[in-house]
């Protein structure tokens, strides 16, 4: 890579910035079920001299380092998938079934180290920093969690956070590039649930199911082409007499959510009225889309192009779900996709053969001291 310019800070602690990764990826935790995790972030923020808060939304730990100024909060999520993992690595997970599949062990390593180098240059520094290590991002809701905790809101307590940020690596654009986007960062993301049960007897709702699965197949083509959506069906199982059909939706804007949801109400009265069965949807919804703003995100465009000053800026917004929506919902903030792959490393992220190229976490380390600086 050309033109990098890692903060020298960040290049001394390389050797520490990767054997948190290591460690962490190891011993992969699930949800709010994090000890190992988060006794060894509270550790680390401890032996900083931060003022830290633990326990924060079941499992959460907040470091403060206090200054003059605005307040910012940079997020980084501590949970695994429960996933197995095939890789041979010599970090390999030690917990079968469980494995960092998502990268969010390089997101808590980058934040610690970040916080070293940054409480090293406190001084310079104009205002405070709330580093937040999260529990439960894989659908467990653990950004609104420790949002809503009782002895420490994150955001309300004292110093109140006014900006927001996060880094979340992803094996879809190249290491050097970002991707920022313009507006929805990620996805409004959603299960649908058919349930068809047989009416009149010589009802079949295994054919039904496939009438069912062939009309969503075209429910895109009633969505405007400008709009990005995604609806599949993942489930299809069942007899003649009961059968269910499920799949997941992804889209950014509360209309075109509002039209899917018409149009899978519409499919079910339809196979009612010509099928002789009866059929319900019910949504499970997971997030919101997170939304960037453009304050916040010319700020964190600006910092990373000072670490790779050749990098590309993609402003796709990704169909992926993800629950630091909560914090853009309360405040101004820019969740940003750190590229993070080579020829060799580029199975995407929530896939077994995940693997990351460590030399971004230098990147991204030097990314978030850059954008607090
Ligand atoms: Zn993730």
Not at 324 to 345: D, I, Q, S, V
Not at 353 to 358: C, G, I
Request: charged share 25%; net charge negative.
């Amino acid at each position: 890579l050309e033109d990098l310019n890692i903060h020298p800070e960040v290049l001394n602690l390389k050797k520490e910035l990767i054997f948190l990764r290591r460690e962490i990826h190891k011993y992969p935790e699930l949800l709010y079920d994090l000890p190992k995790t988060s006794q060894l972030v509270k550790t680390y923020l401890r032996t900083l001299g931060l003022e830290v808060h633990s326990k924060v939304g079941v499992s959460g730990v907040v470091g403060v380092l206090r200054g003059e100024g605005p307040c910012i909060l940079l997020r980084a999520d501590m949970d695994a998938l429960p996933i197995e993992e095939t890789a041979n690595l010599e970090y390999k997970s030690a917990y079968p079934g469980k494995m960092h599949a998502c990268g969010h062990d390089a997101h808590v390593a980058m934040l610690l180290v970040a916080a070293k180098v940054l409480v090293g240059l406190k001084d310079r520094i104009k205002g405070s920093v709330k580093f937040l290590f999260q529990p439960a991002e894989e659908g467990g809701h653990g950004a609104n969690a420790m949002i809503q905790d009782k002895a420490y809101p994150v955001l309300s307590a004292s110093p109140i956070v006014e900006e927001v940020y996060a880094v979340h690596v992803t094996n879809s654009i190249p290491i050097g590039d970002f991707l920022a986007a313009e507006e929805f960062a990620s996805a409004n993301s959603a299960y649908f649930h058919i349930d068809l049960k047989q009416k009149l007897e010589e009802a079949n709702c295994v054919y039904v199911g496939a009438q069912v699965i062939s009309s969503i197949q075209n429910i895109s083509s009633l969505v405007p082409p400008e709009y990005t959506m995604v609806i599949s069906t993942t489930v299809f199982q069942g007899n003649p007499e009961f059968c269910k059909v499920g799949g997941t939706i992804r889209n950014y804007e509360e209309q075109v959510k509002e039209t899917l949801y018409k149009n899978l109400k519409n499919i079910c009265k339809g196979v009612e009225a010509t099928f002789g069965v009866e059929a319900n949807v019910w949504f499970e919804e997971f997030y919101s889309p997170t939304v960037n703003d453009p304050v916040c995100t010319a700020k964190a465009s600006n910092a990373f192009t000072k670490v790779v000053s050749k990098a590309k800026r993609h402003t796709d917004s990704p169909l992926i779900g993800e629950d630091f929506c909560y914090f853009t919902k309360e405040k101004p903030g820019c969740f940003l996709m750190l590229g993070c792959a080579t020829e060799e490393k580029n199975h995407p992220i929530h896939s077994k053969k995940f693997e990351l190229e460590e030399e971004a976490l230098l990147i991204g380390c030097s990314y978030w001291v850059q954008l607090v600086e």
